[in-house]
């Protein structure tokens, strides 16, 4: 769905850092022009990100990146979604050092390229 599609986006931003803590994201009217989508779809994606601790929602400011706000919540989150997708790569033989060097060139790209490789 186009509103994950817009989700992702910004947690890919962030992960590359080219949005940061603070950061005020566009309102929801001018991204959905800008992008050519109904606003219910922006305003969906940034409920999303509000859930997932991403996101405050400010009256006056919109949608600001908030990634500080609850690590805790977010690892335990991290931890759900890996246990299942380490789960799934053990059903097809992939080893523990197989993972850490997946987890290892993830974040190698984002430290060194702005471009997102997987597209």
Same mark, same amino acid.
């Given at each position: 769905?186009?509103? *994950? =599609?817009? /989700?992702?986006? @910004? #947690?890919? !931003? &962030? $992960?590359?850092? +080219? &949005?940061?803590?603070?950061?005020?994201?566009?309102? @929801?009217?001018? *991204?959905?022009?800008?992008? !050519?989508?109904?606003?219910?779809?922006?305003?969906? $994606?940034?409920?999303?990100?509000?859930?997932?601790?991403?996101?405050?929602?400010?009256?006056?400011?919109?949608?600001?990146?908030?990634?500080?706000?609850?690590?805790? *919540?977010?690892?335990? +989150?991290? /931890?759900?979604?890996?246990?299942?997708?380490?789960?799934?790569?053990?059903?097809?033989? #992939?080893?523990? =050092?197989?993972?850490? %060097?997946? *987890?290892?060139? &993830?974040?190698?790209?984002?430290? %060194?390229?702005?471009?997102?490789?997987?597209?």
């Amino acid at each position: 769905p186009i509103y *994950l =599609q817009i /989700r992702n986006e @910004v #947690i890919k !931003g &962030i $992960a590359k850092g +080219e &949005i940061v803590e603070g950061d005020e994201l566009p309102s @929801v009217r001018a *991204l959905a022009e800008e992008i !050519g989508v109904n606003m219910h779809t922006v305003n969906k $994606a940034y409920a999303v990100l509000r859930k997932e601790g991403i996101v405050s929602i400010d009256r006056r400011k919109g949608a600001v990146i908030c990634i500080d706000s609850n690590k805790l *919540l977010a690892l335990e +989150e991290m /931890r759900r979604n890996l246990y299942i997708i380490l789960a799934k790569g053990r059903c097809h033989n #992939i080893s523990r =050092q197989e993972a850490h %060097q997946l *987890l290892d060139e &993830i974040y190698d790209m984002w430290e %060194q390229s702005p471009e997102d490789p997987l597209e």
